[in-house]
Nanobody, 125 residues
Framework: QVKLVESGGGLVQTGGSLRLSCVAS????????MGWFRQAPGEEREFVAA????????NYADSVKDRFTISVDNNKNTAYLHMNSLKPGDAGVYYC??????????????????WGQGTQVAVSS
């Protein structure tokens, strides 16, 4: 059974950093892009970043460009989201997702087949 497990969330001050991890297991992920999304209370889930399985193609939301970096370690079946210069607006539950096979790293939630349970990120001002 396919499973994605996120970790690394927590409480950080404005300007601080966190690294989120997402470990994938139970399936074949070699053809799937990996993405990170977030959801604040009362808001819709929004795209944050995505990466091709090779790591050669990345895609970022404008709001996180130059502050967040997505990466993937295929040996560990793990995707990462390095978050720097965090702002209160970055707070929410962060979800890892694996795309449908052979899909470019896109922003649309409907293009992702598998989701983790989420990890909470809080940013104090």
């Amino acid at each position: 059974q396919v499973k994605l497990v996120e970790s690394g969330g927590g409480l950080v001050q404005t300007g601080g950093s966190l690294r989120l991890s997402c470990v994938a297991s139970g399936g074949t992920f070699s053809s799937r892009a990996m993405g990170w999304f977030r959801q604040a209370p009362g808001e819709e889930r929004e795209f944050v970043a995505a990466i091709s399985r090779s790591g050669g193609i990345t895609n970022y939301a404008d709001s996180v460009k130059d502050r967040f970096t997505i990466s993937v370690d295929n040996n560990k079946n793990t995707a990462y989201l390095h978050m720097n210069s965090l702002k209160p607006g970055d707070a929410g539950v962060y979800y890892c997702a694996a795309s449908k096979p052979w899909v470019w790293p896109r922003t649309d939630v409907k293009l992702y087949d598998y989701w983790g349970q989420g990890t909470q990120v809080a940013v104090s001002s």
